[in-house]
């Protein structure tokens, strides 16, 4: 991604004219490990826990160029190589990696009615901003999610559907992260619609669309810069607000390894190009019940 860099009071002129535009390349890695705790208080009240462990890893290579506008002397504004020459262009690049604990969410779910044959519960989530914002593995803020599930059994399908929406409180993840100063983050509607095929007694195939539609949600969007000698321009980035929707698509095959233990074996895909997210994530889980 393209972004340019101006000198302070640059409406000064002169050599405050000079501008820096870089070519930008950021590459994030995020894994999480997330264990679940399910305990039955009653037969319709259940309490869960999830604690999910987070690992980031970034990398940034940025080329930048000095814009001769203002000056025409090497020495006004230069790099600094390696070797000790001053230059007009130079590559940085930056790495960190962390790892931590992420928010923590509590849910609350009961079933409100319940057949042979279908069920309808209601929920409630609690995320907890227990993930250090600034390392990536938290949101900055708590949020709280009502839902709604109906489910259902036809022969060998189970079709299911999930409806709730997040409310998030202030975070500096929308606000400025430099200066620490916070901002709403935005909340967001999310659905998911599926189904489960047995195939036999140990082996059910799963189907899911997921969804979500982010409200007032800062995202970065291309501009031209207009440089202050009336001439040049060059490709930038801003952020502007705007809400948006984002699909994705799972398929997961669940199997009955022996006893109570099942292996959960699934890949999620993006069915757009809305916010940031990897093309496919696999994903490997293990439960018991006992």
Partial sequence: MPAVFTHDNAQLLGGRQDVVTT??????SVSQYTTFFTVGVTDRFDVSLAIPIVATDLTVVSEATIRRLGTTNPLTHFFRMSNGDVGDRRLFTARASA????DVTVRLKSSLHRTASAGF???FDVRMPTGDAMELAGAGTAGLQPFAIWSATFNRVSPHVNAGYQWNGASVLAGNPATGIAADFPDH??????ADVAVNS???VAFDVLGRYVIDAKRLTRETFHALDGQSTFPNIAFKE??????????GIKANVFGRLLLNLNLAF???THGLRDRVTPLIGIDYSF
């Fill in 242 to 251: 705007q809400s948006f929707s984002e699909l994705n698509g799972t398929f």
């Fill in 270 to 272: 993006s069915l757009d």
């Fill in 23 to 28: 070519v930008n390349n950021i590459n994030a």
């Fill in 189 to 194: 509607a999310a659905y998911v619609a599926g």
């Fill in 99 to 102: 790892a931590g604990i992420g």
């Fill in 121 to 123: 519960a209601v929920g």
């Fill in 202 to 204: 140990r082996i059910t």
